[in-house]
């Protein structure tokens, strides 16, 4: 159990340009979470799966953000013309049904 | 819907001296209510958690918490503080069944004063 993995840790990109994160869960957890979190906030929920299916997305998650996970392994989340309003740090976590859930270390995104 | 408050943006307190970081809830039902601590740049984690039972549980690094019902409260304890506890604090809750998406308060910035 190596933990939850993202990729990359730092991504800084210019205004209009696409982004895409990974995440690799946890083995053989079937729940991954997205979410967002600015300076001086908590986390804020974006999207979660359950195996491969896309259960539920926030408002937060407006048309350019997409994310997939096929075969319910690894997950990624696409930002397309990006904003400088979307500099965050995204941050990806897992579980195995409805119990705690473990975080990455996140992405942090800088949008110049 | 659920929510999280945490009162205190920041606590400040002196090498040894006892901690009480505040956080209350709102959901109709029995929650599940996690502590997590995030350092500067990293992720978070897990200091402990509350599904049923027990209303005093016992975490990691020395961390406690108690679930009052009552009060709607979670509230994250640690008898003597030490330097390397300064993080930032988050309380989280889950409703129990249905979606089951955990959903954070803003945090508490711990300062740890030598």
């Known amino acids: 159990d190596t933990g939850v993995s993202q990729n990359p840790r730092h991504k800084i990109t210019k205004r209009g340009q696409n982004v895409t994160f990974r995440c690799d869960p946890i083995?053989?957890?079937?729940?991954l979470y997205w979410y967002r979190q600015t300076l001086g906030q908590g986390p804020e929920f974006l999207t979660y799966f359950q195996n491969e299916a896309q259960l539920e997305k926030s408002r937060l998650l407006s048309d350019r953000f997409s994310a997939e996970r096929p075969k319910g392994s690894f997950s990624t989340l696409e930002i397309q013309r990006t904003e400088q309003g979307d500099s965050a740090m995204y941050l990806c976590a897992s579980s195995q049904g409805q119990v705690e859930a473990f975080f990455g270390q996140g992405t942090r995104l800088t949008v110049v | 819907a659920q929510s999280v408050t945490q009162p205190d943006i920041h606590i400040t307190v002196s090498e040894g001296a006892s901690l009480e970081l505040r956080c209350n809830y709102s959901y109709g039902a029995t929650p599940y209510l996690f502590w997590y601590v995030q350092s500067p740049g990293q992720g978070l984690q897990l200091l402990l958690k509350?599904?049923?039972?027990?209303?005093l549980v016992q975490g990691i690094k020395g961390f406690e918490a108690e679930f009052k019902r009552s009060q709607s409260s979670f509230n994250l304890r640690k008898p003597s503080v030490h330097w390397s506890d300064a993080a930032e604090y988050f309380c989280a809750v889950a409703a129990s069944g249905g979606s089951y998406i955990p959903t954070f308060g803003r945090g508490t910035s711990l300062i740890v004063h030598p």
């Open positions: 083995s053989e957890h079937n729940r």
């Open positions: 509350y599904f049923s039972g027990d209303t």
